[in-house]
């Protein structure tokens, strides 16, 4: 488990706009493996809005969420979510972490440690 607020700071990434810290046990983008304690990643995309799926993520348990624009951290936190708004960028900075997984295990769950 980590605290939300250190999982940015290990990335380097500073949000937008931030509310509640808790301790979360996984990442997911996808709100259908939900669990306990995990952390719903919303993900910008052409065919449609991944906030609207905040909701049942936070039904199977989801304890906080990253969003990609200011309606989504709105409804996150009216939610009862910790959340985190992280504005999209055309040039992410490279992510450490994301450079050690086979590319085939990028869009799979990960446990935190």
Not at 43 to 52: A, C, F, T
Not at 58 to 64: D, L
């Amino acid at each position: 488990m980590i605290l939300f607020s250190e999982l940015f700071s290990r990335a380097s990434i500073v949000p937008d706009a931030f509310s509640g810290d808790v301790e979360i046990t996984t990442l997911v983008m996808d709100s259908r493996k939900a669990m306990p304690g995990c952390c719903f990643v919303c993900m910008p995309s052409e065919s449609g809005d991944s906030h609207r799926f905040l909701s049942s993520a936070r039904n199977a348990g989801a304890v906080a969420a990253i969003v990609h624009s200011r309606e989504g951290f709105e409804a996150a936190v009216g939610l009862g979510l910790a959340c985190a708004f992280v504005e999209p960028s055309l040039s992410p900075p490279p992510n450490p972490l994301l450079h050690r997984r086979p590319p085939s295990q990028a869009n799979r769950r990960h446990r935190l440690q």
